[in-house]
C-alpha cells in the first residue's frame, strides 16, 4: 500500500469534534492493513549494549544509518559518556556507509550527541549550529524544526525567536509531524504562532498522517507517537482505548515494545477493562520478541496458573531464558526457583545453582546474599557453615540490608571475646534500629545486655531496650481452649476484636484460636470456609490448631483428632509439626510400640538436622538404640557439633570432658538463646549439671532477672537452684520459695510444706506448716482444692488441728463442687455420705455423686455405678451401672473395667 492511500484511508477514519479547551478532540483510527511483520526488531538493552560493545569501523553490526540512529537514541539514554566516543566514531563515518547521507544531518548529529552529554562548550566552540543555519535547509522540513528549536531556545546560537518561529512554520507547511504538532500545541495553549491558521484538528490529521507514512522498517517507531500521544492528553484529548489500538497496531506489524505495551495496559487494567485474551496474545508475543520484562510476566502467569493453564516447566524455561540477558530477570527465576523448591524438594538443587550464579554477581542483591546464607548453613549446619555464611551476609550488610545486620548478631556475639568485641557487635544492631526502626534488633539489644554482656544481666541497659521493643511491639494473645471455649459462650467484644485482628496480621498462634472461637460457637459455615482458606496462606497454623486440639483432648477420640492434625501438619511441611508430634505420641499414659515406631520414623530425620527437642526424645521412642543420652550422643555427636540447635547444644554440654569444646558450646547456646526465662533456666540447668559452679551462678542472676518476679518462674528457679546448689545456698533457696509463695505460687507452698510439714524433715514446723496450708487453700483454684484437702488431711494432727481452726473443709469442697468441680462434687458427695443421718441425706449424697459423673469424673461413675447397683439413694438400675462403668472404662479406669467384668458375669450367670 502506497502512502498516499495509507493517508487517504486514516483521513477517512479521523472523525473531528468540536475543540475542547486544552486539547484537540480527534479520533484517529489505525488503518487496516493485512500484513506481515515489517517493523524492524528493536533488542532488548543488554542485547543493544552487547551489539555495540567495543565495535570498531570495519566491523559495524548494522549498514542502514537510520536502524543505527535508533540504536544511538537509546545507548544515549543509557548513559551519554559511556557511548559518547563510540557513537561520535561511527557518526563521523556515515557518509562512508552512505554516501547519500546530508551535511545537515551530519551536523545535526554532532550537535544532538554534544547536547546530551552536556558538552555545550564544545559545541559552542565548533560553532555546529551556526553551520547548520548557514545551509539551504528548505527540502529538509526535520532540519528546519530541530534548528527552530535551537533559535528559539538560544542553544549553540544567538537567541533568535522570529527566525526560529519562521523556521517552525516552514517545517510544520514543509510536513514535518514534530513542527506540526508543536504548533497544534501552542495554539491550544494560547500561544499561537502568527501565520499558522491550519485548524488543530486537521493540523493533527496532518501530523499523525506524516508519522504513520510509509511501510517501512521504522513505520513503528513513528506510530508509537500516536499512541503515547493518546495516553498521555497534552494535544489530543486522552483516549486510553485508541491508544492501545495504535499499540496494537504496531504489535501486529512486528513491534515486540508495542505488544509489551499492549499487555502491560491490560495487566494494570487502570485505563481500560482487561481482556485476558489480549493480554495472553501480546504478552506471548513480545516475549516470543525475547523481551525479558515480559518473559518474567509470561512466567509468572505460567507459575501461578493465572490466565493460562498451569505449567511450571514453560514458567522455568520463560525465567530462565529472562535471566539470561537481563540481571532483573536472573533475580526473578532464582525467586521462581526458591518458591517452588519450598514446595518441592526436587527443584532445590535448581534453586542452589541458579543462586549460587546470582551471588556471583558483583550487583548481586542483598536478598539473594542472604538466601544464599541460609542455604549454605542449611546445607553445611549453622556451626560448620557459620564462617562462609557471614562473607554473604556481610556483602549484603554493606548494601544497606538490616535485616542481614540482625542475623550476623548471633556470629558475632558468639565471636566476642573482649568487651570491646561484645560492644561492636551492639553498634551494629544499634545501626539496625536506626535503619529499619523494627522491633527485631530492639529485642537483640535486650537480650544482649540481659544474657550476653560480659558482665550480664546489665540491667539498666536490658530495661531500656526492653521497653522500647515492648512500646513497638503487641504481645501475642495466648488464649487456652478453656478460655476460648468460655469465650464462646461469653462473648467479650474486646478480647475477640484482639484475637481476630492479630489473626489477620497473619500470626498463626491468632489464626488458630480464631478458628477454634468460631467452631466452638458453630459459626455460619461459610465464616469458617474464609478463615480456613485464609490459615493456608501461614504455615503453622495447622501445627498450632493441633496444639490446642491436643490441650482440649479429654477423650481418646478427641485425641485421635489432634494426632491427625499433626499429621496434616506435617504434611504439609510445616517446621515445628514433628517434634510436636513426637511429643504428644510419647507422652506418659499414652504410649504404645504403634506410637513410638511412629514417633521414630519423625525423630531420626530431625536427629539428623541437630533438633535438640527430637534428640532428647530419641530414648523414649528407641529405648533399645538410646537408652541412654550418651548414647544419643554417640550416633549424634559430629551432628550436633556442624548444625546442633540451643536444644542440642544444652544436651550435650554435660557429657562434654574436653573444657575447650566444653567452652565453645556455652559461647555458642549463649549467642543463639532466645533469652526467654525458659531457656535461661534450661542454660542455668545445664552447667549445673556440668558443675560449673561460676556459669551456674551467673545464669542464676541472669535468669532471675528474666523471672521478673513471677511467681512460678521464681519457682522453677529455686528448684534448679535446689539440685546444683550447696548448703550454703540453701538462706537463697528457701528465699527464693518464700518470693513465690508471696506472688501466690502454689508449687512454691507446696515445695516449702515439703519441707516444714514433713515430721522427718530438720525444719518441721507445724505452725507454719498450718499457716502454709491456709495460704494454699486460699490460691486453690475449684478444680486445683480437691488436692490440696486431700494432702491437708495427710498431714500429721499437730499440724491439723491448727488448720482446722481457720479451715472448713465441707464448706470448702461444696463451693469447690458449686463452682464445677467434677472432683469437689464426688468429695463432697462422700462426706455428706459419711455423716448422713436421714434418707434426705442420702439422697443428697447420692445426687452429687450423679452430678460428678455427668461432669466427667471416673471414680465419681464408679461410686455412682455402685449406688445404682445397691439403689443406695437412687432407684436401684444394673444397665444404668453398667453403662457407667463403661463410660469410666473408656476413660482409663481400672477399677471400673473390674467391676464392668464382674457385673457382666453375674449378668450373664443369671441368665
Known amino acids: 500500500m502506497t502512502m498516499q492511500r495509507i493517508l487517504a484511508t486514516l483521513l477517512i477514519l479521523a472523525l473531528p469534534v468540536a475543540a475542547g479547551a486544552q486539547t484537540v478532540d480527534l479520533v484517529f483510527e489505525p488503518p487496516d492493513l493485512e500484513t506481515g511483520k515489517v517493523c524492524e526488531t528493536r533488542p532488548s538493552d543488554d542485547a543493544l549494549i552487547k551489539k555495540w560493545e567495543g565495535v570498531s569501523l570495519d566491523a559495524l553490526p548494522e549498514s542502514d544509518t537510520a536502524l543505527i540512529k535508533r540504536d544511538f537514541r537509546r545507548l544515549v539514554e543509557l548513559d551519554p559518556q559511556r557511548w559518547f566516543d563510540t557513537i561520535e566514531m561511527v557518526q563521523s563515518n556515515f557518509r562512508s556507509i552512505d554516501p547519500q547521507y546530508s551535511e545537515a544531518n551530519m551536523l545535526i548529529d554532532r550537535i544532538e550527541l554534544l547536547l546530551a552529554a552536556g558538552r555545550v562548550s564544545e559545541l559552542q566552540r565548533e560553532r555546529l549550529v551556526e553551520q547548520l543555519a548557514s545551509l539551504d535547509l528548505r527540502q529538509t522540513p526535520r532540519a528546519q524544526h530541530l534548528l527552530a528549536g535551537y533559535l528559539i531556545r538560544g542553544v549553540g546560537i544567538e537567541r533568535d525567536r522570529e527566525r526560529g518561529e519562521a523556521l517552525l512554520l516552514q517545517a510544520g507547511f514543509g510536513g514535518n509531524a514534530d513542527a506540526i504538532l508543536q504548533l497544534v500545541e501552542r495554539e491550544i495553549q494560547g500561544n499561537p504562532v502568527e501565520g499558522w491558521d491550519v485548524p488543530p484538528e486537521l493540523g493533527v490529521t496532518m501530523a499523525f498522517g506524516a508519522l504513520v507514512g510509509k511501510l517501512d522498517p521504522l513505520i513503528c517507531d513513528r506510530v508509537n507517537r500516536i499512541a503515547r500521544e493518546y495516553m498521555n492528553g497534552d494535544i489530543v484529548t486522552r483516549d486510553p482505548a485508541l491508544s492501545e489500538r495504535w499499540y496494537r497496531f504496531s504489535a501486529d506489524l512486528g513491534d515486540a515494545l508495542s505488544a509489551w505495551r499492549v499487555a502491560e495496559i491490560h495487566l494494570r487494567s487502570e485505563d481500560l477493562p482487561k481482556d485476558n485474551e489480549i493480554l495472553v496474545s ?89 538466601a544464599m546464607a541460609e542455604q549454605v548453613l542449611a546445607d553445611k549446619g549453622r556451626w560448620a557453615g557459620q564462617d ?37 557487635a551492639v553498634d551494629h544492631l ?50 487456652t481452649p478453656a478460655q476460648l471455649a468460655d469465650l464462646a459462650v461469653n462473648p467479650d467484644p474486646i478480647a475477640e476484636a484482639e484475637i481476630q485482628t492479630q489473626a489477620l496480621t497473619g500470626r498463626v498462634t491468632a489464626i ?95 536427629a539428623e538436622r541437630g533438633i535438640g ?49 566444653y567452652a565453645d558450646y556455652v559461647t555458642r547456646a549463649t549467642a543463639i538463646t532466645a533469652c526467654t526465662f525458659n531457656e535461661a533456666l534450661r542454660l542455668t540447668e545445664a552447667v549445673g549439671r556440668a558443675g560449673d559452679r561460676t556459669l551456674f551462678k551467673r545464669w542464676m542472676r541472669i535468669a532471675d532477672y528474666l523471672a521478673g518476679g513471677e511467681g512460678y518462674a521464681l519457682t522453677e528457679l529455686a528448684d534448679v537452684y535446689s539440685r546444683y546448689g550447696t548448703d550454703a545456698d540453701q538462706p537463697e533457696i528457701l528465699a527464693y520459695y518464700e518470693a513465690a509463695r508471696e506472688q501466690g505460687s502454689r508449687i512454691a507452698i507446696h515445695r516449702l510444706l515439703n519441707i516444714y510439714s514433713r515430721r522427718s524433715s530438720p525444719q518441721y514446723d507445724p505452725q507454719v506448716a498450718a499457716d502454709l496450708f491456709i495460704d494454699l487453700v486460699e490460691v486453690s483454684s475449684p478444680e486445683d482444692l480437691p488436692g490440696t484437702l486431700t494432702r491437708l488431711r495427710a498431714a500429721t494432727p499437730e499440724i491439723r488441728a491448727i488448720a482446722d481452726r481457720s479451715i472448713d473443709e465441707t464448706a470448702l469442697f461444696l463451693a469447690a463442687a458449686e463452682s464445677g468441680s467434677a472432683v469437689a ?87
Open 282 to 370: 501480546y504478552l506471548t508475543a513480545a516475549a516470543d520478541a525475547g523481551l525479558p520484562y515480559a518473559q518474567v510476566a509470561l512466567a509468572r502467569l505460567y507459575a501461578d496458573g493465572a490466565l493460562v493453564p498451569q505449567d511450571l516447566e514453560v514458567a522455568e524455561a520463560r525465567y530462565s531464558a529472562a535471566g539470561e540477558v537481563w540481571p532483573s530477570g536472573e533475580a526473578s527465576h532464582v525467586l521462581f526457583l526458591q518458591a517452588q523448591s519450598r514446595r518441592d524438594a526436587d527443584w532445590t538443587p535448581a534453586y542452589v545453582d541458579a543462586l549460587s550464579r546470582l551471588v556471583e554477581s558483583p550487583d548481586a542483591p542483598a536478598w539473594s546474599l542472604i
Open 388 to 424: 562462609q555464611a557471614l562473607e554473604f551476609l556481610e556483602r549484603a550488610v554493606g548494601l544497606g540490608e538490616y535485616a542481614a545486620m540482625e542475623k550476623t548478631a548471633p556470629m558475632k556475639f558468639r565471636a566476642a571475646r573482649t568487651p570491646q568485641d561484645f560492644y561492636a
Open 430 to 479: 544499634m545501626q539496625a534500629v536506626a535503619t529499619s526502626g523494627e522491633v527485631d534488633p530492639m529485642h537483640q539489644l535486650s537480650s544482649a545486655f540481659i544474657c550476653r554482656a560480659p558482665d550480664a544481666p546489665q540491667v539498666q541497659e536490658a530495661d531500656y531496650w526492653l521497653a522500647v521493643a515492648e512500646s513497638t511491639a503487641s504481645e501475642a494473645v495466648d488464649f
Open 512 to 606: 488458630a484460636q480464631y478458628i477454634y472461637l468460631l467452631e466452638a460457637r458453630q459459626a455460619p459455615a461459610d465464616m469458617l470456609a474464609f478463615w480456613e482458606d485464609y490459615a493456608t496462606r501461614f504455615p503453622g497454623v495447622t501445627t498450632a490448631r493441633a496444639g490446642l486440639a491436643m490441650k482440649a483432648a479429654r477423650t481418646p477420640t478427641e485425641r485421635a483428632a489432634a494426632l491427625d492434625l499433626y499429621r496434616e501438619a506435617i504434611a504439609r511441611g510445616e517446621p515445628s509439626a514433628g517434634t510436636q508430634f513426637a511429643e504428644a505420641l510419647l507422652e506418659e499414659g499414652f504410649v504404645t510400640p504403634e506410637a513410638q515406631a511412629e514417633a521414630l520414623e519423625i525423630l531420626l530425620p530431625l
Open 613 to 661: 527437642d527430637a534428640l532428647e526424645m530419641l530414648p523414649l521412642a528407641d529405648p533399645e538404640s538410646f537408652p541412654t543420652m550418651t548414647a544419643v550422643m554417640e550416633r549424634y555427636g559430629d551432628v550436633v557439633d556442624a548444625r546442633g540447635d540451643f536444644d542440642a547444644l544444652l544436651l550435650a554440654m554435660p557429657l562434654i570432658t574436653d573444657r575447650t569444646v
Open 825 to 911: 462434687m464426688r468429695e463432697y458427695a462422700l462426706i455428706l455420705r459419711e455423716t448422713a443421718s436421714t434418707p434426705a441425706g442420702v439422697l443428697e449424697s447420692t445426687d452429687w455423686l450423679r452430678r460428678a459423673a455427668e461432669a466427667g469424673e471416673p471414680a465419681a461413675m464408679v461410686d455412682y455405678a455402685d449406688a445404682l447397683v445397691f439403689g443406695i439413694g437412687v432407684n436401684p438400675s444394673r444397665d444404668e451401672a453398667l453403662a457407667w462403668l463403661q463410660k469410666a472404662a473408656e476413660l482409663g479406669s481400672e477399677d471400673a473395667a473390674q467391676r464392668l467384668r464382674s457385673l457382666q458375669l453375674s449378668t450373664e450367670v443369671n441368665q
